[in-house]
T-cell receptor, first 109, second 114 residues
């Protein structure tokens, strides 16, 4: 079966760095997406990885290891507005996104 | 802003009544999707469309039907709403379904079935 595993909740301090891990098992693989979702709002696209390695985009970076079925999202210089849920979504062989339940990130001053 | 609107944004209805949710896009994207989101679950695909009159089922399609008579509109119908269909419904669009075709989401519809 297809499965996504992310921590349910994480807490970090403003100005610090946090890494949100995601492990996945899918039928085939066509890349992995990360989305951010603030409470009561729609998910918004953060990053896409299809090759192994690190993709950097400002304060956010995303890493992929296809052989390990593993990805992480790295958030630097945390701000209060980064308090949100972060959704990991690999794309399977049918180009369908398989969504994790998300990691709720709480930022404390 | 991907030019996606959903209506209504909130709806309360009673068990057994039909309900239709509308997703409207302004950018002629080929693919449109309906998801539901419930606490403790990831987004779950209900149905999707790859063109006018072309639709297919997702993983949780039972109890739902869809129609797409125009490129810009994708309708989700609950023929006879049940309490288990209380959820937040999101519409999404993408240009294609290839490796780099990111999905962009509408603002969501919160549906409560009493």
């Amino acid at each position: 079966g297809q499965n996504i595993d992310q921590p349910t909740e994480m807490t970090a301090t403003e100005g610090a760095i946090v890494q949100i891990n995601c492990t996945y098992q899918t039928s085939g693989f066509n890349g992995l997406f990360w989305y951010q979702q603030h409470a009561g709002e729609a998910p918004t696209f953060l990053s896409y990885n299809v090759l192994d390695g690190l993709e950097e985009k400002g304060r956010f970076s995303s890493f992929l290891s296809r052989s390990k079925g593993y990805s992480y999202l790295l958030l630097k210089e945390l701000q209060m507005k980064d308090s949100a849920s972060y959704l990991c979504a690999p794309m399977d062989s049918n180009y369908q996104l398989i969504w994790g339940a998300g990691t709720k990130l709480i930022i404390k001053p | 802003d991907a030019g996606i609107t959903q209506s209504p944004r909130h709806k309360v209805t009673e068990t057994g009544t039909p309900v239709t949710l509308r997703c409207h896009q302004t950018e002629n994207h080929r693919y449109m999707y309906w998801y539901r989101q419930d606490p403790g679950h990831g987004l779950r695909l209900i149905h999707y469309s790859y063109g006018v009159k072309d639709t297919d089922k997702g993983e949780v399609s039972d109890g739902y039907s869809v129609s797409r008579s125009k490129t810009e509109d994708f309708l989700l119908t609950l023929e006879s709403a049940t309490s288990s269909q209380t959820s937040v419904y999101f519409c999404a669009i993408s240009e294609g379904q290839g490796e780099t075709d990111t999905q962009y989401f509408g603002p969501g519809t919160r549906l409560t079935v009493l």
